[in-house]
């Protein structure tokens, strides 16, 4: 089997009899880019093998908008607010074009000042009840970018909304232990700045993705963020890209490049689990693969 969700998963010929053919899978960043950022390998793994992708942002990310921010820094003129609203919406539809994603959720809030929102919720509770994710992908609750963090407690406040019978909205049963929506949640493992709060908040992954055939597709999407400096002028994605997913999740399970997450259940299994993926990556003497230099 070509993707493999997790190294504490079944054997390949078990998850392929255990699978559904086609998984439903929603994909939330704070800001338009952390869609790509923290799990843009993945989400193109998945949208390769024929699952269901949905990109979902909650917040417009003009906080995170630095070229207009220097712009207005060196001239003190406004810009226009709803043009630059509408360049990081089209960015994200472009970036996630590049992974083979169409449905993209721009709900356009202000992200200026981030907090736990009722109307925010129930658009995010809006999404799950129509895409009906078996999956869920977001940041880990504690991250201290406020956009992060918060993100990711509406949600879980909307996959209990989305469970919920609510007048005229769509409505998703329950299923799995997540408490509503996805049978299971995704958190990423990276974290959103180096500082203490974050110190005293570790986490420590248990699913790791190998991205590396697809990790030159996830930097020609993350380059269509030029809002944020990206581009294939600027060498910022070659440098997050051997940081980030170059760093010690692929090293110390002899990948290239990879993306890792915690899961939010603990799986269930009849049998005490491994993969044949892992096995084979443990098997494997040479560490020539893993100093591949793709970006």
């Known amino acids: 089997m070509r993707v493999q969700l997790a190294y504490n998963a079944f054997t390949s010929h078990e998850m392929e009899a255990t699978m559904p053919s086609e998984l439903s899978i929603l ?6 880019k952390d869609c790509i950022l923290y ?3 993945t989400i193109a793994r998945h949208v390769a093998r024929g699952d269901r992708v949905t ?3 909650p917040y417009t990310g003009l906080s995170h908008h630095l070229t207009a921010i220097n712009e207005y820094r060196d001239s003190s003129q406004m810009p226009d607010m709803e043009a630059l609203v509408k360049e990081r ?5 472009n970036a996630s074009a590049v992974l083979g994603v169409q449905d993209v959720r721009f709900l356009g809030y202000d992200d200026s000042i981030t907090t736990i929102t009722p109307e925010i919720v129930s658009d995010i509770a809006d999404v799950i009840g129509d895409v009906t994710p078996d999956i869920i992908i977001t940041h880990w609750p504690n991250d201290t970018v406020p956009a992060h963090g918060l993100s990711t407690k509406m949600l879980l406040l909307a996959i209990d909304a989305a469970a919920g019978i609510r007048p005229g909205k769509p409505y998703k049963p329950f299923g799995g232990d997540t408490g509503g929506a996805a049978s299971q949640i995704f958190y990423h493992d990276q974290r959103g700045r180096t500082n203490i709060l974050e110190s005293l908040n570790p986490r420590m992954p248990n699913v790791i ?7 030159v ?3 020609e999407a993350m380059n269509c963020f030029t809002s944020q400096n ?6 910022l994605q070659r440098k997050l890209g051997e940081v980030l997913d170059g760093g010690l999740a692929g090293l110390h399970t002899r990948v290239p490049y990879a993306e890792a997450f915690l899961s939010h259940n603990p799986e269930l299994y009849e049998y005490l689990p491994l993969s ?3 096995i084979k990556r443990s098997n494997e003497a040479s560490t020539e693969h893993i100093s591949q230099m793709l970006l």
Do not use: C, F, W
Not at 27 to 32: A, K, L, R, S, V
Not at 209 to 215: A, E, G, K
Not at 230 to 235: F, I, L, Q, V
């Open 276 to 278: 044949d993926y892992r």
């Open 217 to 219: 597709q996830k930097a």
């Open 89 to 93: 919406k089209t960015e994200l539809e």
């Open 230 to 235: 990206y581009g294939e002028r600027s060498n």
């Open 209 to 215: 993705i190998d991205i590396t055939d697809v990790v």
């Open 55 to 57: 990109m979902l942002t």
């Open 27 to 32: 994909n939330i960043g704070g800001h338009p």
């Open 39 to 41: 799990a843009g390998g």
